[in-house]
């Protein structure tokens, strides 16, 4: 989904992340002094569902203005995002603020909520 980044849970100790950066590829933690920082549940769990779903996504620049919408129903009740709208298709962009990166899905047919 984003090129370049790996998303992995580990608890707060040194000893856990040692296999994580002995694995092949991986260069270091994102967050200050390279020691991570986790993301929000809400943001994992959001791009959980859209994967999970099969929902046609796109790559999309990482906003942090715009309305903050909550979609009300179908399987991807709860997810939040900022509404967006390109050509008079809405969109809906889903952050991980954290690593600056966003994704995009059309909303078209669902019902959003100011969140």
């Known amino acids: ?22 694995t092949s590829g991986v260069v ?9 920082i986790p993301i929000p549940d809400e943001q994992i769990e959001s791009l959980l569902a859209i994967v999970s779903h099969r929902v046609p996504s796109a790559a999309h620049e990482f906003l942090r203005v715009g309305q903050r919408v909550r979609i009300r129903g179908g399987v991807l009740k709860g997810i939040e995002g900022i509404l967006s709208a390109v050509r008079n298709e809405k ?23 100011p969140a």
């Open 1 to 22: 989904m984003f090129s370049q980044y790996l998303f992995v849970r580990v608890s707060g100790t040194g000893d856990s992340r040692i296999p994580v950066l002995q």
């Open 91 to 113: 969109s809906l962009v889903v952050s991980v603020d954290l690593i600056q990166k966003s994704i995009a899905i059309r909303i078209d047919g669902f019902e959003v909520e």
């Open 28 to 36: 270091q933690f994102v967050g200050a002094n390279r020691r991570g």
